[in-house]
């Protein structure tokens, strides 16, 4: 399916549907080190704190992008499953990239279907050097990184819905992480 225009010039596209096993042993995301996140609810978060010994997913889409409105939902599911769910939570953080034209459009969109993950504050002039290293030319994007920063894949989004929680092994195990899990 072909999607809309974000205000920032972004485009998109779409896809489909979820399941559960996994492992891990990570630290800081070295690619937000120092950087402050924010929660749906503004609240202030550091993020070496929130993503220690975490597989780290770099959430790129915007509110008024249909394609990002189709599979945020999905996100936000398999998130759930994954960290509230999952008994013990697996060891998954997703950041949201913001590609809205506001920071009131991003909260909105954050507010009304995002999970309960972080988002790089709009106003963090960092957002655009992340969508030029990890070269986003199109949204919805799920950009999944070492903690180096490196990626494990670019293609989070089609994985999701091809292969539901079971790519989250994948990750874990191309993230050189240890410890088990299972759900």
């Known amino acids: 399916m072909l999607s809309a225009t974000a205000a920032s010039g972004i485009t998109g596209v779409c896809n489909r549907p979820l399941q559960v ?3 891990l042993r990570l630290a800081m995301v070295d690619v937000l080190g120092g950087r402050q996140l924010v929660t749906r609810d503004g609240a202030a978060v550091e993020a070496e704190a929130a993503l ?3 597989v780290v997913a770099l959430y790129f889409a915007a509110g008024g992008c249909a394609p990002s409105r189709d599979f945020t939902p999905l996100l936000c599911d398999f998130y759930t499953e994954l960290v509230d769910v999952a008994r013990p939570p697996a060891p998954f953080e997703v950041v949201f990239v913001s590609a809205d034209s506001s920071a009131q459009e991003m909260l909105d969109f954050m507010r009304e279907l995002h999970g309960a993950w972080l988002a790089l504050p ?3 002039p960092y957002r655009h050097e992340l ?3 990890y070269n986003i030319t ?3 994007k799920l950009v999944v990184v070492k903690q180096n920063g490196e990626v494990i894949t670019d293609k989070g989004r089609k994985q999701i819905r ?3 929680l079971a790519c989250f092994q994948n990750w874990v195990e191309a993230a050189s992480v240890f410890q088990n899990f299972s759900g």
Request: with cysteine; aromatic share 6%.
């Open 52 to 54: 220690q010994n975490k």
């Open 122 to 124: 709009f106003h963090d």
């Open 162 to 164: 091809e292969q539901g």
């Open 138 to 140: 199109a949204i919805p």
């Open 21 to 23: 096993s996994l492992c």
């Open 131 to 133: 969508r030029t290293r």
